[in-house]
């Protein structure tokens, strides 16, 4: 408790500083002129030191949530609406087989918890799971939507839903950045992927200028929000799901205020649990290169994989406050978990990127919760969950070791 006490006395009084410099995030002013007159320094400037925090989607008691994560000192959350229930069949989205309108009530709901997240001073970056024509693929009966990838359409329906979103969050003080789709995959029909993407340069050069073109959406996405909001800083995920092989086929955006994005959960074998299945352990015993085979890692194994991305980064005189791992993780009961975790965030900070982790107090999923410990919840939960009974209803966090490992990050 006296580490988490210390932590939000220090937050308390750097906020204050802060604040009292005139330099604050975001902060709510008597003037609302005031306010939007300092907007764009105030976004822009938040991202320029590491910012270190977490994915979740705010389940239930919304205003419980963000008092616990800012308890636990997370700077921002990657939050997604994804599993919020909207009016249509879409939350924000209305139907992603035809986008024209935000439903109002789903605007409302979002602009309530964006309201709940700034009372507790934890900033959001909002992040999209679906876009029209590209419906989230755990609610398209698990099979993925390419539309978006390959019918000019629904790209701009795309733009026109992030346009209206754009011009309705521009002043709320609680964003800290738009993400405008998680993941894109627009060459994953085509069999390219991180692990398998091969002949992939030469399938960009074919398809540069067409709809299953990243870059080119990328641009239209920018300029699309930035016709309604010239400040809030963009993030964009990379190729190949945001893997970290994807980001060299990336090319920047003209623009002042956008991050660069990928996703860490190398090597998938290990880092899920119902694949490693007891096989695989940090560090000593992780995936070979051949089947069978196993090898060890370390920071430097680490560091080799996201070499990619430094390179890239350099190449384009892009700053270490231009990316961010915007997921890492791996399930709690792995073997190692918690030293591989430990690894990740010192090579992350090392190279000053900003981080967020997957993830807080998910609202139906216990494999990355990492409040829970390493231990297998028992029978008796998956049997009650079978009769309808919430997750948050039969869960118990606390201190753990492995909680700890972020405790100490959120700490300093």
Known sequence: MRIKYSNRILQAIIFALIFCSGQAFGQPSKSNETSAASSSENKTGYWQQQRKGANGDAPGNANEWFKAAAEAGLSFVRLTPAKWKGQQRDFLIGNADNFTNIPEKDLARLKQVLDTAQKNQVRVVLTMFSLPGARWRQQNNNAFDYRLWTDDAYQQQAFDFWKQLAKALKNHPAIAGYNPINEPYPARKDNFTEESHAGFEKWLKEHTGTACDLNRFNRGIVKAIRSQDPDTPIILDG??????????????????????????????????????????????????????????????????????????????????????????????????????????????????????????????????????????????????????????????????????????????
């Open 239 to 412: 190729w190949f799901h945001a893997g970290a092989a994807g980001v060299p086929f990336l090319t920047p955006v003209n623009d002042k205020a956008v991050l660069y994005a990928f996703h860490f959960y190398d090597p998938w074998d290990y880092t899920t649990f119902r694949v490693n299945k007891g096989r695989f352990s940090y560090p000593d015993k992780m995936p070979g290169d051949n089947a069978g085979k196993t090898k060890a890692w370390s920071r430097k194994t680490i560091e080799q994989k996201i070499q990619p991305v430094a390179e890239w980064a350099k190449r384009f005189n892009i700053p270490a406050s231009g990316i961010i791992v915007e997921e890492f993780g791996c399930d709690r009961r792995v073997s190692g978990a918690q030293s591989y975790l430990e690894n990740l965030m010192a090579v992350f900070n090392k190279k000053g990127w900003h981080w967020a982790f997957y993830a807080f107090r998910s609202s139906d999923w216990d494999g990355m919760d990492y409040e829970l410990g390493t231990k297998k919840l028992n029978w008796k939960y998956w049997e009650k969950r079978d009769k309808g009974v919430p997750h948050e209803q039969l869960i118990e966090r606390k201190d753990n070791p492995l909680w700890n490992v972020f405790r100490r990050e959120f700490a300093k």
